[in-house]
């Protein structure tokens, strides 16, 4: 799917966070990085509509992301750096089944695909669990379940291995290389990153460096020297 900056630019109580920016995503596996408050999760957010471009626009599939709000939030899944802050039910069934209970499914339907979704994901054994009592990597794991589920075209995940353990970040890695959507990944972890179609690098709000991992990563690395 063909994700268009036009010219996006955000400005939030007149400091610029991210410059015009003209470019079209239509890769796999994108990754984005840049130092602290460089404009990466404004990207991204702009990208499903939960920012809207100050000046320009942003399309999904064609579709708006001022316009078409409600459509391109349903077909870009979006999961937080903070996951918890977007798990609403408190046991993971519930909130996998959640995800899904405004699609006009029946009860048993929900319970086929919440089933199949936790499968994909290895956490069947967490479906009766508390949200709130599970680890880092548990809660990461539940988050893109309760996405995923919901069948978007394009999944953006903002720092998705921040603070796990090698373990959880192993299985983290493993659950984004399956996905068969899109998908744009903002990470500090540079390994993440290997085999990604395309890397972007934001530095203070500006797009400085597009391209594949290694060179972009190499930029990164002598910008952050500095
Ligand atoms: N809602 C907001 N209101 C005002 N300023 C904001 C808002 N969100 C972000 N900013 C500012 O915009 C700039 C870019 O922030 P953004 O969150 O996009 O950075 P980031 O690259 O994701 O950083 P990090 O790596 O720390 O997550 C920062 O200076 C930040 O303080
Ligand atoms: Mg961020």
Request: hydrophobic residues 45%; negative net charge; proline residues 4%.
């Amino acid at each position: 799917m063909d994700i268009r900056f036009e010219e996006a630019s955000v400005v939030y109580g007149g400091r610029v966070a991210l410059q015009p920016l003209t470019l079209v995503l239509s890769e796999r596996r994108i990754g984005v990085i840049g130092l602290n408050g460089s404009g990466k999760t404004t990207f991204a957010r702009l990208v499903n509509g939960l920012v809207k471009p100050t000046s320009g626009a942003v399309t999904v599939g064609g579709l708006d992301t001022r316009a078409d709000t409600a459509a391109v939030l349903s077909r870009v899944g979006f999961i937080f750096q903070n996951p918890q802050h977007q798990i609403i039910m408190p046991i993971v069934a519930e909130d996998i089944a959640f995800g899904l209970s405004n699609h006009g499914l029946a009860k048993d339907e929900i319970a086929r695909r919440s089933e199949a979704v936790l499968d994909r994901f290895g956490i069947a054994a967490l479906a009766r669990r508390r949200v709130h009592e599970l680890s880092g990597g548990e809660t990461q794991l539940v988050a893109i379940a309760s996405v995923v589920v919901t069948g978007p075209d394009v999944l953006i995940l903002d720092e998705p291995t921040n603070q796990l353990d090698l373990k959880n970040r192993h299985r983290v890695e493993a659950a984004i290389a399956g996905l068969d959507q899109q998908a744009i990944v903002v990470s500090h972890d540079l390994a993440l990153l290997d085999g990604f179609d395309r890397v972007l690098l934001f530095d203070d709000g500006r797009l400085v460096a597009d391209g594949a991992p290694a060179p972009v990563i190499a930029r990164y690395r002598a910008l952050a020297a500095c």
